[in-house]
């Protein structure tokens, strides 16, 4: 069965909204997680890891402040995108490390198209 | 540093043999491979974390070299399904758990 979901799967906004995508973790407790962005025909780019109970570690190049990170609990991250822009289209998927086997299992992605 | 996949695509008949190599001018920690769909989040393959492993199942394995600066996955007799993009992600340490994703290998195969 799934080790991560995701959602919403799709979502289509408009420009200037914001957009919050949830990732869970469904098998184990994660005080870890990451969030990647991927555009058409390209590899997945690490945008930040999520940490339980404290702030996120966001890569270069990734503003913090447009994709605001929350790690409520340990089966729970949240991404959300402020004010769109058509550009921030994508498919953004989340990862959770099951440390036991030392394996990152990826959720099942959002598709975000931003008009 | 992102690791370096050759080739970027490849075209296979059905039971066709195809290797995808991932380098890195850095020694590695693990190498992880993984198989995306289109439309679809990747799919985890296998771990390789041992200079000099091998591992595998079914008709897929891959190899850690000594230095654990190369690794190499082998589809076998490919099938229909094997199709796909295929990513190695790789760690240079234990400590931060992320992974660093190489550009993919498109591979097609054909009936």
């Known amino acids: 069965g799934a080790v991560v979901s995701q959602h919403p799967s799709r979502v289509i906004c408009k420009s200037g909204t914001s957009v919050k995508i949830e990732c869970r973790s469904l098998?184990?407790?994660?005080?870890?997680m990451f969030w990647y962005r991927q555009f058409p025909k390209q590899s997945l780019m690490l945008m930040a890891t999520?940490?339980?109970?404290?702030?996120?570690?966001?890569e270069q190049g990734v503003e913090k402040d447009k994709f605001l990170i929350n790690h409520a609990s340990l089966t729970l991250s949240t991404l959300t995108v402020t004010s769109a822009h058509p550009e921030d289209s994508s498919f953004y998927i989340c990862?959770?490390?099951?440390?036991?086997?030392?394996?990152?299992?990826f959720g099942p992605g959002t598709r975000l198209l931003v008009l | 540093q992102q690791p370096v996949q050759s080739p970027q695509a490849v075209i296979l008949r059905e039971g066709e043999d195809a290797v995808i190599n991932c380098s890195s001018s850095k020694a590695l920690y693990s190498v992880h491979w993984y198989r995306q769909k289109h439309g679809e989040a990747p799919v985890f393959l296998m771990i390789l974390l041992k200079g000099g492993e091998q591992k595998g199942h079914d008709k897929i394995s891959a190899s850690f070299n000594e230095k654990k600066q190369q690794s190499s996955l082998y589809l076998t007799a490919s099938q229909l399904s094997y199709s796909g993009t295929y990513f190695c992600?790789?760690?240079?340490?234990?400590?931060?758990?992320?992974?660093?994703f190489g550009g993919g290998t498109r591979l097609m195969v054909k009936p």
């Open positions: 990862s959770v490390r099951d440390a036991r086997r030392e394996t990152q299992y």
């Open positions: 992600g790789t760690e240079i340490s234990n400590a931060g758990n992320m992974l660093t």
């Open positions: 098998d184990f407790q994660a005080t870890t």
């Open positions: 999520s940490n339980e109970g404290s702030k996120a570690t966001y």
